[in-house]
């Protein structure tokens, strides 16, 4: 028995960080955050870091220790903080955020499989039977939908190798990065493309469309979701051979690194980047950004050691080309994995009188068919309304990624939001304590629910101001839809 106890509690300090690490840290972050601010957006990740980041971190780590045995994940957590109707909600909402990721990424994908046979973003030039651009991406991000809801629906045992396939050319994609514009920034003479004048270089934002209190404050979302993903590993504490030493040292240790390389990858774009050069043309967008920044990169480090032109940008396309196959590849992996693993997780892990019969079905593999279909035809609508909209590709893989970042931050405030009660609520067992005092605890709830509600907020207000009534709508009506959605379903159980 006490063999078997100690090969269950097998993470250790670096495994653990690693764990965080990986599930964390994302590539294609931070060439969005130098689109959005330049230089000036590193100190609002290290902001996120600090006021969100780090607190979640430990609060995550005693939910998961309080609750290891349920199978509801976060319903579970929030339930048990504060009751089923909240945790409903808030977890419906939390559902949201991955629809909405299906929803931008079926659209993003394409993007770099075009730059992988061309060696740049052609999507906007594609047409058929009268339709082009957009409107041919919202089509085949539909029927990408279908195929990963077939594949996924019978059972995914051999799509487990896109997965680590991607995640080693994720490493890859990074280790390149960095080498060539530390390689760059010696060969320069530490010269930097984007001109640094001082502080205010890291304070006022590059980008004319993020200038001013508002779309600083509204950028927040962008750090606050290149953090996300915590709540996954807050269940792992009961497989730590010393949970109480060294998670908050994992934390710690996971978010100075993450925040530190954040700072830094930003930081080394200006080397090879100048903002207004590379980025304030009409062809760049949140959907392409990380490719033309990875060709322009390739470009301007070969220059830089002393080849040709005409080499330089064969070395520029090639390098799109390879950073395009590592995203499709990343992509299609989680693909495969967030098609079934969310919605399953939900369904499976809330009570089943929430539920018609059919929709907690099972197939032969396991898997929640029925769920799942009427997941992809949920999704399939929300892609047709978005792209078949006639905006251009700047419009819309801006409001597509809004639309991601907004919906994966919401079910934080009610994370956090249910913290406090979870915590003052002696019945409920806790083998790992962090905040241990109490009004430490209260404040550092309060303070972080407020940034992220904020955050929220001004990104909500930002297009409303600017008169682009429209974007703030499909920015927020993911959340607000399955808030209603959820609200509907819990009341009709209610009332039963």
Do not use: C
């Not at 902001?47 to 998961?64: K, T, V």
């Not at 640094?196 to 600083?216: R, V």
């Not at 690194?257 to 207004?276: C, D, P, R």
């Not at 470009?299 to 940008?313: D, R």
Request: charged content about 10%; glycine content about 10%.
């Amino acid at each position: 028995m006490d063999d078997g106890q100690s090969k269950n509690k097998s993470i250790t300090l670096v495994g653990l960080i690693m764990m965080i690490f990986t599930t964390i840290y994302g590539f294609a972050n931070t060439p969005v955050a130098y689109e959005q601010m330049g230089l000036a957006s590193i100190i609002w990740y290290v902001f996120a870091a600090i006021f969100f980041f780090l607190p979640l971190g430990f609060m995550m780590a005693e939910y998961g220790s309080a609750f290891n045995q349920s199978k509801g994940g976060i319903y579970s957590w929030i339930e048990g903080a504060v009751g089923s109707k909240i945790a409903f909600v808030g977890t419906f909402i939390w559902l949201a955020s991955w629809e909405v990721w299906l929803v931008s990424t079926s659209s993003k994908i394409w993007i770099p499989l075009a730059t992988f046979f061309t060696g740049s973003d052609t999507t906007q030039s594609w047409h058929f039977m009268g339709l082009h651009g957009s409107q041919i991406i919202g089509i085949l991000a539909v029927l990408w939908i279908v195929l990963v809801t077939f594949t996924a629906s019978q059972g995914i045992d051999k799509i487990s190798k896109i997965t680590s396939i991607g995640g080693f050319m994720m490493v890859a994609l990074n280790g390149i990065f960095l080498l060539l514009s530390i390689v760059m920034l010696f060969a320069s003479g530490f010269h930097f493309e984007e001109s640094i004048h001082g502080i205010q270089t890291f304070i006022q934002p590059a980008n004319p469309a993020s200038s001013g209190l508002l779309g600083m404050l509204s950028f927040v979302v962008f750090a606050i979701f290149a953090y996300g993903g915590m709540e996954s590993l807050g269940g792992v504490t009961d497989s730590m051979k010393n949970p109480r030493r060294d998670f908050p040292r994992a934390v710690l240790i996971a978010t100075v690194v993450i925040s530190i390389l954040y700072s830094l990858s930003i930081l080394l774009w200006g080397v090879s980047t100048n903002w207004a050069e590379v980025l304030g043309k009409s062809n760049v967008n949140l959907g392409n950004i990380t490719y033309i920044m990875m060709n322009n990169l390739g470009y301007k480090f070969s220059i830089s050691i002393g080849l040709s032109a005409q080499v330089a940008h064969s070395v520029g396309m090639w390098l799109a080309r390879f950073t395009g196959l590592s995203m499709f590849i990343l992509y299609s992996g989680s693909f495969f994995v967030l098609i079934y693993s969310p919605i399953k997780a939900f369904v499976l892990g809330t009570p089943k009188e929430f539920w018609p019969e059919r929709v907690t079905k099972v197939n032969a593999h396991g898997m929640p068919a029925n769920a799942m279909w009427m997941q992809a035809a949920f999704v399939s609508v929300l892609i047709l309304a978005i792209n078949l909209g006639g905006r251009d590709a700047k419009a819309l893989y801006g409001v597509l990624t809004l639309m991601g970042n907004v919906a994966t931050t919401v079910p934080y405030l009610f994370l956090v939001g249910a913290f406090p009660f979870f915590s003052i609520n002696d019945d409920i067992k806790k083998p790992y304590v962090f905040y241990k005092n109490k009004k430490f605890m209260w404040g550092t709830s309060i303070v972080t629910f407020t940034i992220i509600a904020l955050a929220i907020i001004f990104t909500l207000i930002q297009p409303i101001i600017e008169g682009r009534y429209v974007d703030a709508f499909w920015t927020i009506i993911g959340p607000l839809l399955f808030l209603v959605i959820a609200w509907i379903l819990y009341n009709r159980v209610d009332k039963k």
